[in-house]
């Protein structure tokens, strides 16, 4: 990997850090040769502080690291995307990011649509919500619907109408997030078990 640490006067380059595992950015710092060298050697995420003038590995006082997943260089050669696993928060303030925003995995639209479900389950306006009726028949009723979906997607999957099919699957998908919140579950959760099924 080549490192364009000229092209700035004082041999720096934007280190943008990002959590390997939920794709969040974390922070930006700055990184000359040396910090560039002491990340890859000790796996611990080390800057140049242009304030303190100085090598600066994150996590030195509070303890809350930045340990090495990898480390990508951009197309200029001129910006580092570095993928760490974060020990604890990241921004000195005692935020997840330096953006005060959490730290936590995004499915993009699913997630959008996991907190749409929760707040149709406790919504004042619940008579109107289908979503809430679903809960207040009980995990029967949700269950029987999850297998009446699943069935019906795997009728429309032996047919040739790829429209239908795919009308049945956001159904079930639908219906099997219903699920998942009635027993008190998430996406991340069968993440997780996916995940350590994986390894």
């Known amino acids: 990997m080549k490192i364009d640490f000229d092209k700035d006067a004082n041999g720096l380059v934007p ?3 990002q959590d390997a595992q939920t794709k969040s950015v974390l922070m930006l710092g700055y990184m000359n040769e040396e910090a560039y060298k002491k990340t890859i050697e000790t796996k611990k995420v080390t800057f140049y502080s ?15 690291f930045l340990n090495l997943v990898d480390i990508k260089v951009d197309c200029d050669n001129d910006t580092l995307k570095v993928m760490v696993n974060p020990v604890g928060p990241t921004c000195h303030t005692g935020t997840d990011t330096c953006w005060h925003e959490e730290n936590e ?3 993009g639209f699913f997630s959008k649509l996991e907190n749409v479900i929760a707040q149709r389950r406790t919504s004042a306006d619940s008579e109107k919500s289908y979503v809430a009726s679903l809960f207040k028949k009980g995990i029967n009723k949700i269950a029987q619907k999850v297998g009446e979906e699943a069935v019906e997607t795997v ?3 032996k047919d040739d109408n790829d429209d239908l099919f795919l009308y049945e699957s956001a159904d079930l998908l639908f219906h ?3 699920l998942l919140q009635a027993k008190g579950f998430s996406l991340k959760d069968i993440e997780a078990e996916l995940q350590k099924r994986h390894k």
């Open 15 to 17: 280190a943008i850090i």
């Open 50 to 64: 242009r304030s303190k003038e100085r090598l600066w590995t994150k996590g030195e006082e509070s303890g809350n």
């Open 105 to 107: 995995a995004s499915f």
């Open 155 to 157: 009728i429309e999957a």
């Open 176 to 178: 099997y997030l219903i």
